[in-house]
């Protein structure tokens, strides 16, 4: 009799394929997310019903048509420890249409003239120039860009145009951040191993969730869709080195709705793809792969009621006023995030109560500007 498999051996492999729908090789290097909760895969064959004319109601076997499956599961929110190494959820955050740029800080000495903000163009002498991704209010002596253009070094005078600092150092590498992405996102090879069984799809797209409450470790909520590769008997791979870095928790968030610093008791973001299959009548699985079509990142959070003389959340919600949302979950370098939406509208207020205290759960329609596009949301990985 074969042994039974157990739920809690699971593990799931992901990588970016070089070309769409070639499936990758998977080894250990592809396996670094600690995923929380067993993967949930569900298969689909498309079966063609035979609804043909006879002389009984006998029903007649359908015939099998396209072949996919969708792949879902929840991992950790977590840093790699390391500001020069990508998080363990990178080629999944890619596959999701989201690009994937280095952020570099400058240390700098005393801000003069005015402050900086983020989306701030930073510029210096000698063409150089970045986009400051974090309000200097927060980052206590740095300024931390995407660099868009050099190298900016010691003595040199960064200005915003109004404010200015001497950065007191060299550039160095901070982390990385995470864009929406419209054109050619990159698809990947996904399998989930349980236990000595392996099911596993290519040219598949992601959309996903995050999620965090007060006190507690976060989640990603990843989902998956592409046309199979192949189920069958595997060994769990072996060797996969996960790093060694806790879960941040939800303290120190520095969240923000636009300037008013929120009692936070929980916070989301979802970036809401829609990821269809592309019919293929050439192709063996009937798909040629999947596609994200489009996307309406949501923001969400808890938060205690509080007057309008601090933050007039109802009437910015019933005129339909843009505001900026972002939360910070971790401070130590090599694992924090910072999740960013610059035009966000509140499209929907609930109202609940914790241990006897009023709570508004605002829903933020994560918005974009017309000029340049893929810019309703950013994650920071630092």
Same mark, same amino acid.
């Given at each position: 009799?074969?042994?039974?498999?157990?739920?809690?051996?699971?593990?799931?492999?992901?990588?970016?394929?070089?070309?769409?729908?070639?499936?990758?090789?998977?080894?250990?290097?592809?396996?670094? *997310? =600690? %995923?929380?909760?067993?993967?949930?895969? /569900?298969? #689909?064959?498309?079966? $063609?019903?035979?609804?043909? +004319?006879? &002389?009984?109601?006998?029903?007649?076997?359908?015939?099998?048509?396209?072949?996919?499956?969708?792949?879902?599961?929840?991992?950790?929110?977590?840093?790699?420890?390391?500001?020069?190494?990508?998080?363990?959820?990178?080629?999944?955050?890619?596959?999701?249409?989201?690009?994937?740029?280095?952020?570099?800080?400058?240390?700098?000495?005393?801000?003069?003239?005015?402050?900086?903000?983020?989306?701030?163009?930073?510029?210096?002498?000698?063409?150089?120039?970045?986009?400051?991704?974090?309000?200097?209010?927060?980052?206590?002596?740095?300024?931390? *860009? =995407? %660099?868009?253009?050099?190298?900016?070094? /010691?003595? #040199?005078?960064?200005? $915003?145009?109004?404010?200015? +600092?001497? &950065?007191?150092?060299?550039?160095?590498?901070?982390?990385?951040?995470?864009?929406?992405?419209?054109?050619?996102?990159?698809?990947?090879?996904?399998?989930?191993?349980?236990?000595?069984?392996?099911?596993?799809?290519?040219?598949?797209?992601?959309?996903?969730?995050?999620?965090?409450?007060?006190?507690?470790?976060?989640?990603?909520?990843?989902?998956?869709?592409?046309?199979?590769?192949?189920?069958?008997?595997?060994?769990?791979?072996?060797?996969?080195?996960?790093?060694?870095?806790?879960?941040?928790?939800?303290?120190?968030?520095?969240?923000?709705?636009?300037?008013?610093?929120?009692?936070?008791?929980?916070?989301?973001?979802?970036?809401?793809?829609?990821?269809?299959?592309?019919?293929?009548?050439?192709?063996?699985?009937?798909?040629?792969?999947?596609?994200?079509?489009?996307?309406?990142?949501?923001?969400?959070?808890?938060?205690?009621?509080?007057?309008?003389?601090?933050?007039?959340?109802?009437?910015?919600?019933?005129?339909?006023?843009?505001?900026?949302?972002?939360?910070?979950?971790?401070?130590?370098?090599?694992?924090?995030?910072?999740?960013?939406?610059?035009?966000?509208?509140?499209?929907?207020?609930?109202?609940?109560?914790?241990?006897?205290?009023?709570?508004?759960?605002?829903?933020?329609?994560?918005?974009?500007?017309?000029?340049?596009?893929?810019?309703?949301?950013?994650?920071?990985?630092?």
């Amino acid at each position: 009799m074969a042994e039974a498999m157990l739920e809690r051996k699971r593990q799931v492999l992901i990588k970016l394929e070089a070309v769409s729908g070639t499936p990758e090789t998977l080894a250990a290097p592809e396996g670094k *997310m =600690r %995923v929380a909760v067993k993967p949930d895969v /569900t298969p #689909d064959n498309k079966r $063609n019903a035979r609804d043909v +004319a006879r &002389a009984t109601m006998t029903n007649l076997p359908g015939i099998p048509g396209a072949k996919s499956s969708s792949i879902k599961w929840r991992c950790e929110l977590v840093g790699s420890g390391s500001v020069s190494t990508p998080p363990a959820e990178d080629a999944a955050l890619q596959a999701s249409g989201m690009v994937r740029a280095v952020v570099n800080k400058v240390p700098i000495g005393t801000i003069s003239g005015g402050t900086f903000l983020r989306g701030d163009i930073v510029t210096a002498t000698g063409g150089k120039s970045g986009v400051l991704l974090i309000s200097a209010i927060h980052t206590a002596g740095f300024l931390f *860009m =995407r %660099v868009t253009a050099g190298s900016f070094a /010691t003595s #040199d005078v960064c200005t $915003n145009g109004t404010a200015s +600092a001497t &950065a007191s150092g060299n550039q160095a590498v901070a982390g990385y951040s995470y864009k929406p992405l419209t054109n050619a996102p990159p698809t990947a090879t996904i399998r989930s191993e349980e236990d000595g069984y392996q099911k596993s799809i290519s040219g598949a797209a992601v959309t996903w969730k995050m999620s965090i409450d007060a006190n507690k470790q976060g989640f990603w909520d990843f989902e998956a869709k592409g046309p199979n590769i192949s189920y069958g008997d595997l060994a769990l791979t072996s060797g996969i080195t996960y790093y060694s870095t806790l879960p941040p928790i939800l303290q120190s968030a520095l969240m923000r709705l636009d300037t008013y610093t929120a009692v936070l008791k929980s916070f989301g973001m979802d970036i809401a793809n829609s990821v269809p299959l592309r019919e293929d009548g050439n192709a063996g699985t009937g798909i040629k792969g999947a596609r994200i079509a489009s996307r309406r990142p949501m923001a969400s959070a808890g938060i205690e009621m509080m007057n309008a003389s601090d933050y007039d959340i109802y009437n910015k919600f019933l005129d339909g006023v843009d505001v900026k949302v972002q939360c910070r979950v971790g401070s130590v370098i090599g694992n924090s995030w910072w999740f960013f939406g610059d035009r966000a509208n509140f499209s929907g207020l609930g109202q609940t109560g914790t241990d006897g205290l009023v709570v508004v759960t605002p829903e933020m329609e994560l918005n974009g500007f017309d000029a340049g596009g893929d810019d309703e949301l950013e994650v920071l990985a630092l």
